[in-house]
């Protein structure tokens, strides 16, 4: 975050400059767009590996880690198009 914040989440998406993200507790949060250092981000999660694709929608399946095409994986019944990767920092 701009204000120096680092969060762990679990899952993400963006719409109408509002950024959803969903904590590793579960607890679902959002912020302005314009309160997220999205360069930061960005080079943060690069460092650990982690893709930080702009979604619309938290049900849009992203690629796995690797690049390939993996089939959506089910963490738990609530989020059934997450892919497995590791958690994303924001």
Not at 16 to 45: I, P
Not at 50 to 63: G, L, N, Q
């Amino acid at each position: 975050m701009k204000n120096g914040a680092v969060y762990t989440v679990s899952d993400y998406w963006m719409t109408n400059e509002e950024f959803y993200y969903v904590l590793a507790n579960g607890e679902q949060h959002s912020v302005g767009l314009d309160q997220v250092d999205l360069s930061k981000t960005n080079a943060e999660n690069a460092k650990s590996g982690v893709k930080f694709i702009f979604k619309s929608d938290p049900t849009i399946t992203v690629p796995a880690p690797d690049g390939s095409a993996a089939p959506p994986v089910q963490p738990n019944s609530d989020r059934p198009n997450r892919i497995a990767q590791p958690e994303a920092r924001t």
